[in-house]
C-alpha cells in the first residue's frame, strides 16, 4: 500500500523559467549570453561544466547552506558577466516568477490527495523553495517540504529520504520517490523506497505525472 509519494521539485514539479525569458528578467539584450551562462552555472539549470577552484567549496556546500548557494552560482554567472547582473540573473531563482509549474503537476497532487495520499517535496536546494511553490499554487496540495539545506542531508544521502518519510507519516516501504535524476533521486531505492524516473521535460510541457496514479 502507497501512503506517500514524494517529489523532487526542479525537473519533476516545475522548472525554472525558459532561459530567454531568465534573460530578458534581467534586462539582458543579447541571447547568445545565454548559453555561456547556462554552461558556466545556471542555477537550476546544467551542473557547470567546470567550477573554478575558488568557488569549489562553496559549490561542493550550495545545496547544504543559502550563503554557499549564493556565493556559488552568482560567482558561476560572474565569470560571464559583471557582478551585479549576475547577483540579478541568480535572485531570478528565489522567486515565483522564475519558475513555471508542470501543468500536470497540481492535478496529480490533487488526484493523490483524493485518495489519502499524503505528498512531500524533497529537494536538494540551498534557499526555501516554499515561496515559489506557493506562488506556483502547489504548496497547498503538498503536505510537508523537505529540503536538503534544512535536513542536513542531501539526495542521494538516504537520512533526506528518511526524513521525508517521516514527515508523511510513512515507512519507505509504503512510499514512492518521483524524480529525474538517475543518481540523486535514484538514491532512494537505496533507502527502501519505490523510485519513479521521469526524464526532465522542457518548461510548460506535460511531464507525464500521470504515471504516478497508476503505481498508487
Known amino acids: ?28 539584450e543579447d541571447p547568445a549570453l545565454g548559453a555561456a551562462l547556462e554552461a558556466a552555472g545556471r542555477p537550476g539549470g546544467p551542473y557547470p561544466a567546470d567550477v573554478p ?7 561542493a556546500r550550495r545545496d547544504r547552506d543559502a550563503a554557499a548557494h549564493r556565493a556559488a552560482y552568482a560567482g558561476l554567472l560572474a565569470t560571464v558577466v559583471d557582478p551585479a547582473l549576475a547577483t540579478a540573473l541568480y535572485e531570478r531563482i528565489l522567486v515565483p516568477d522564475g519558475w513555471v509549474a508542470y501543468p500536470d503537476a497540481a492535478p496529480t497532487l490533487v488526484a493523490l490527495r483524493a485518495r489519502d495520499v499524503r505528498t512531500v517535496a524533497v529537494s536538494n536546494v540551498g534557499f526555501d523553495l516554499r515561496p515559489v511553490l ?50 540523486a533521486d535514484g538514491g532512494a531505492a537505496d533507502a527502501g523506497i519505490r523510485t519513479l524516473l521521469l526524464p526532465m521535460s522542457p518548461a510548460g510541457a506535460d511531464h507525464g505525472l500521470a504515471a504516478v496514479l497508476a503505481l498508487v
Open 1 to 28: 500500500m502507497t501512503r506517500a509519494v514524494l517529489f523532487d521539485v526542479a525537473g519533476t514539479l516545475a522548472m525554472p523559467e525558459p532561459r530567454e525569458r531568465w534573460l530578458a528578467a534581467a534586462g539582458v
Open 53 to 59: 577552484p575558488s568557488l569549489a567549496t562553496a559549490y
Open 134 to 183: 506557493d506562488g506556483l499554487g502547489l504548496l497547498d496540495h503538498l503536505d510537508a517540504v523537505v529540503l536538503s539545506c534544512e535536513a542536513g542531508a542531501i539526495k542521494p544521502e538516504p537520512a533526506i529520504f528518511h526524513a521525508a518519510c517521516a514527515a508523511a507519516g510513512a515507512t519507505p516501504a509504503e512510499a514512492l520517490m518521483v524524480g529525474d535524476h538517475p543518481a
